[in-house]
């Protein structure tokens, strides 16, 4: 550990999901500006490193799986971080708060990029102090299990409280923050790493396929089994529709078996994981974007409209607040053939040749994130 060195703390590296995209962007943001810095976590079962084209170090701390053991890792850590008169750390998400607010020493930032509302196996959510307010949305359980719960909660709020600085990425995020813990969070919006270039695809031609993009985990919570059945649905001609899933997880096999039943298995092409430079390409020859889930935040639409691309999204997501009212964005929610409307709507713009006259709306991007991520954990100046 060098005393110039940053440290961005992610505890467990399992996938390529979207903490691990926006370290890579903190990360190639540091490295253009010769900035040192280390990605800490207490192990990964992905090479973080292969997805960089940049000298990436990443350091395993390799604990014993024991959330005691584990926190006395990080703590030791902190203390040599906070010994060479280092700038704070930067924590990533609610897990790693909880293993940081067992530090004696050490400051450190906290980035949240979901609140426990979003996080299924968070089971803090059913802490008693949360029932008896009434603020839980999670179903009832036992008492031990309450009792599990309350102690992860206070865990969570001790993590959260002593952070220097709460960053988070949407006003929704920031209320919740605020009503669990007390703290009033900064909102800084990830964005995409070029601003926002002009549309290649606002037109299908009449004999051209339209086609349909979702790039996400293929697990239950991203929702990929309402694209396939808003495609069987009444309302939309599925006869010259092409559905691009990008993505792999545990309900691959599931989703491909419905695609089939469906009777859409000539029209849903399962890509899996693709390189960065093929995903431009998919993008690039992509129509419309899908993404029906309830994200903390929705960074691939982001993607998509700087690619040139519309894009469905669920009216709870995350950029749905800088996203709705753009006729680019269409908005859905859990009624009912809702998705199959929105698509309708958004095909009848394409072929109505609409995008062609209506300017693309602005959207944040990586730089401005990872400027103002630095800012506030003090790694760079505020004029820089």
Known sequence: MTPSEKTIFVPFIH??????????????????????????????????????DWPLKVRELKPRRNPLIEARALSRHLREVSASRADPALVFDLNGSLYAGFSSRGSYVLHLTDPPS??????????????????????????????RAELVHRANARGVRKAAAVIVMTHFIAQEIKDLYGVTPQIVRPGVPVPTQKPARSR????????????????????????????????????????????DG??????????????????????????????????KASHVFLMPAVQGYGLPALEAL????????????GVAEILTGTPWAEVMDNAPGSLARALSTMLGRLRDGFFQTIALPAVPTENDWA??????????KTHE
């Open 306 to 317: 700087a690619s040139g691309t519309p894009v469905i999204l669920h009216r709870e997501s």
């Open 371 to 380: 400027q103002e991520i630095c800012r506030t954990c003090g790694w760079i």
């Open 250 to 283: 545990s309900q691959a096999p599931e989703l491909k078996r419905l695609a089939q039943e469906l009777g859409l298995g000539q029209k849903v092409v399962f890509h899996g994981r693709v390189p960065d430079e093929r995903l431009k390409d998919i993008y």
């Open 204 to 247: 299908v031609a009449h004999d051209e396929p339209v086609r349909l993009l979702s790039v996400s985990r293929l697990e239950a919570n991203k929702r990929i089994d309402w694209i396939l059945r808003a495609l069987a649905e009444a309302p939309i001609r599925t006869d010259n529709l092409v559905l691009d899933v990008v993505g």
């Open 15 to 52: 996938a390529f999901g979207g903490v691990e995209r926006l370290v890579l962007g903190l990360s190639r943001f540091l490295h253009q500006r010769d900035c040192a810095h280390v990605i800490v976590c207490f192990n990964q079962t992905i090479d973080l490193a292969a997805h960089a």
């Open 118 to 147: 979003l996080l299924p196996t968070d089971v803090s959510k059913n802490a008693l102090s949360l029932r008896r307010c009434g603020s839980s949305a999670a179903h009832p359980v036992g008492w031990c299990q309450s009792l």
